[in-house]
T-cell receptor, first 114, second 111 residues
Framework: KAGVTQTPRYLIKTRGQQVTLSCSPI?????VSWYQQTPGQGLQFLFE???????NKGNFPGRFSGRQFSNSRSEMNVSTLELGDSALYLC?????????????FGSGTQLSVL | QKEVEQDPGPLSVPEGAIVSLNCTYS??????FMWYRQYSRKGPELLMY????GNKEDGRFTAQVDKSSKYISLFIRDSQPSDSATYLC???????????FGTGTRLQVFP
């Protein structure tokens, strides 16, 4: 069974630009969550999608958005990039998205904003 | 104050040592406790899962939950260089939609 795939692995952008990250969950998983990971803050929850609907959202500004397609693949978009957006962005999938379920993480997209 | 506190380390130990990794939490409603291991340039992977109080053992790893003290631990016996990674605790309460992660403890096991 293929794992969670995130593309691209690395991205370098400049302030003010926008970026789109992609996540393909494990086959059969309907829930996709996105996290931002930085050395100081750890894993911060961005949002969770289930069956194409955003079910939960973390405490991030509206510049961070996402969507999920009918095949459960998900994309995350960050507009008007700021230096502080430099981080590892992780996607995780699970069957139903319950908080006590095992999460399967991708290897992440390392975003650097210059 | 964060809901889950975890010492970031780094924790550096010699091969063969017993390692103790810990998290404290403030929400007494937490019932599900997990430990994830994250290797460099990889995503976290679930290592141990415990429901409510007590111990759980899996090979060299033991997860312990003390709900009265709001304290969870992960013990690694006979630590190996391959155990060098960041260990994140995570926890959630029943009937909620939130999984809360600790910031992670970086462990280095040297030969």
């Amino acid at each position: 069974k293929a794992g969670v795939t995130q593309t691209p692995r690395y991205l370098i952008k400049t302030r003010g630009q926008q970026v789109t990250l992609s996540c393909s969950p494990i086959s059969g998983h309907r829930s996709v969550s996105w996290y931002q990971q930085t050395p100081g803050q750890g894993l911060q929850f961005l949002f969770e999608y289930f069956s194409e609907t955003q079910r939960n959202k973390g405490n991030f500004p509206g510049r961070f958005s996402g969507r999920q397609f009918s095949n459960s693949r998900s994309e995350m978009n960050v507009s008007t990039l700021e230096l502080g957006d430099s981080a590892l962005y992780l996607c995780a999938s699970s069957l139903l998205g319950r908080p006590n379920e095992k999460l399967f993480f991708g290897s992440g997209t390392q975003l650097s904003v210059l | 104050q964060k809901e889950v506190e975890q010492d970031p380390g780094p924790l550096s130990v010699p091969e063969g040592a017993i390692v103790s990794l810990n998290c404290t939490y403030s929400n007494s409603a937490f019932q599900y406790f997990m430990w994830y291991r994250q290797y460099s340039r990889k995503g976290p992977e679930l290592l141990m899962y415990t429901y409510s109080s007590g111990n759980k053992e899996d090979g060299r790893f033991t997860a312990q939950v003390d709900k009265s003290s709001k304290y969870i631990s992960l013990f690694i016996r006979d630590s190996q260089p391959s155990d060098s990674a960041t260990y994140l605790c995570a926890m959630s309460a029943r009937n909620t939609d939130k999984l809360i992660f600790g910031t992670g403890t970086r462990l280095q096991v040297f030969p």
